[in-house]
């Protein structure tokens, strides 16, 4: 016999097979995780736990270098590496969202000819808002920001020298370079900002006596806006771009409903379906709302801005922070907008995917100015990491995150008015004030099929719905969930199967018209997602199916 050939030896290939159908492929090879390993380090960053690997049926994800415990920390990103409105208030954008920017090229050339005039700040005609600079921070931030503009568009610009004392001031400061362009077209370093008067208004001038006076843009661009034109901006510099490392391993497109064709669209299921066109409405209504700012952004740039900030620009951006961002509260911004500005991205850390089957803690640690998150589920040696993103079913995963959890346990099927009323017996009476009474009460919304049979709001929706004429009366028992007669669960129960085998048809249906539709190599990725979120909703419709026979069976 030769070695290798025996039981023993085929029982140990087998169990090999098995593992490596589970284990990811090691990606921290990759050119890409190479460089943003070494962004990350220069931003105090360095991780010895995880490793970028890609995954069967997740994809790209992390895995772990050796085991985890419960309660261990499995990534602590210093707050130097997320990306939040400060990150975008502090960059050269900060100019333009702080300051109305129709009247500051005037000023800025003015300012340009009048070198370290202090009359340059008390002529412009921006005198609206009145912000006292009162600290030297303060001061210097509101310099770099205000010179932001100057550096984009202004003549006769010098490179600052590495001896100036400017460079130790902005960096301790954290005012960096914007995104201007030196006399030979190269991207600045915040070692080199090019900039024409700073250093003498910073000589000349008494910073803790000078009044700023700023024109806000109006309305104030909102959180999610900020961080959206900062994405758009910095992917467009390219290599330019200090955030390249990680923009270059950001997903190139997005499979949430905005981003999915119309026709794979109307293959979603209805409740579904509604959400998505809304989705689509959304971003479109966002992006018009804010051409207005992103015609203020011109001088930044050679190219015309409808090029760059363009609608598909945004809606990448749009899904960018809308599947990758961490919750992270920030102070309120005076020059935003009153929204919530709870987003931060998290490079590296948002490689980790989701699984409904893991729990975590996950928070912004004040003391040690980290975002860090600590495992309560322990995971073996070379296995995907998980996290997760919160107890949702399969149509908000898709439609918040463009994926779709297989045997996800809070996975469901939506029933709506109408199939709630389509399946009812034609003796049934009184049925528009049943209805009233099940919308005064919430019970219209959220009625599911699960893995264990219809919902218990569902079945409640029906007694009260199939309720005979000398029964109504009794319509407050059915919300308390009490039993009025055998017929009223026997007929209720008749109606969930019918309702459960229409499901059932339409989403065979469906797969069918998917199946004859992957021809189509453009749509395949779209086609698959739909594919996958139908056959699992099949799996629950005919689990549903099962345990609705077994009780009916009781009342035959």
């Known amino acids: 016999m030769k070695n290798g050939g025996g039981r023993t030896s085929r029982i140990r290939r087998r169990k090999l097979f098995r593992s490596s159908e589970s284990r990811g492929v090691n990606e ?97 005609n921006l005198l609206q808002t009145k912000l006292e600079l009162r600290s030297p921070s303060q ?18 610009r010098r490179p600052l020298r590495k001896e100036d004392p400017l460079l130790d001031a902005f960096s301790e400061h954290g005012v960096y370079s914007p995104l201007g362009h030196s006399p030979s077209g190269s991207r600045t370093k915040p070692s080199d900002v090019c900039i024409s008067c700073l250093f003498h208004i910073l000589n000349e001038s008494n910073s803790s006596n000078l009044d700023f006076h700023f024109k806000r843009w109006q309305p104030p661009p909102s959180p999610l806006l900020a961080l959206c034109t900062f994405l758009v901006s910095e992917k467009h510099a390219g290599d330019r771009s200090p955030w390249k490392p990680y923009l270059e391993v950001l997903p190139k497109a997005y499979t949430c409903p905005v981003c999915l064709e119309p026709e794979v669209v109307n293959l979603l299921p209805n409740p579904l379906k509604t959400k998505a066109w809304e989705q689509r409405s959304h971003v479109q209504e966002f992006f018009s709302s804010s051409r207005g700012f992103f015609s203020s952004l011109q001088p930044l740039f050679s190219e015309a801005i409808e090029t760059i900030f363009s609608y598909r620009a945004l809606r990448w951006a749009w899904c960018t922070v809308n599947t990758r961002a961490v919750y992270m509260k920030r102070p309120p911004q005076l020059c935003l907008s009153p929204e919530p500005d709870t987003c931060a991205l998290a490079p590296y850390l948002d490689l980790l995917n989701h699984s409904p089957d893991v729990q975590v803690k996950a928070a912004f640690n004040e003391e ?51 199939i709630l009323v389509k399946y009812l017996p034609s003796t049934a009476k009184q049925m528009n004030k049943k209805i009233s009474i099940l919308e005064d009460h919430d019970f219209i919304e959220n009625l599911t099929f699960g893995w264990d049979g219809p919902s218990w709001r569902l079945l409640t929706a029906l007694k009260l719905l199939c309720l005979e004429a000398e029964e109504f009366m009794c319509w407050k028992k059915v919300l308390l969930g009490e039993i009025i007669s055998d017929t009223n669960e026997k007929t209720s129960l008749d109606v969930a199967q019918k309702i459960c085998c229409y499901f059932i048809e339409e989403t065979h249906a469906v797969l069918r018209k998917v199946s004859r539709m992957k021809d189509e190599v453009a749509l395949m990725n779209q086609l698959t997602l739909v594919e996958t979120l139908r056959t699992e909703e099949l799996k629950i419709l005919q689990a549903s199916a099962k345990a609705l026979t077994a009780l009916q069976t009781a009342f035959t």
């Open 368 to 418: 040690t100015r980290c975002y860090e998150i600590r495992t309560a589920t322990r995971c073996g040696k070379h296995k995907e990491v998980f996290i997760c993103y919160g107890p949702h079913d399969n149509h908000r995963l898709l439609l918040e995150y463009g994926f779709v959890s297989v045997s996800n346990p809070h996975a469901c099927v939506y029933v709506s008015k109408d």
């Open 28 to 124: 921290s090879y990759k050119p890409e995780f190479i460089e943003l390993k070494k962004w990350l380090k220069d931003r105090r960053f360095e991780d010895a736990t995880l490793i970028p690997a890609r995954f069967p049926g997740t994809g790209r994800g992390l895995m772990s270098k050796t085991s985890l415990q419960e309660g261990q920390t499995i990534i602590s990103l210093p707050e130097s590496c997320l990306l939040t409105t400060d990150t975008v208030i502090r960059s050269y954008l900060g100019a333009y969202i702080a300051n109305g920017t129709s009247e500051i090229p005037a000023t800025a050339l003015k300012l340009e000819k009048r070198v370290g005039s202090k009359e340059v700040f008390a002529e412009s």
């Open 139 to 156: 001061f210097l931030r509101a310099c770099g920001l205000f010179m932001a503009f100057v550096l984009g568009c202004g003549p006769g």
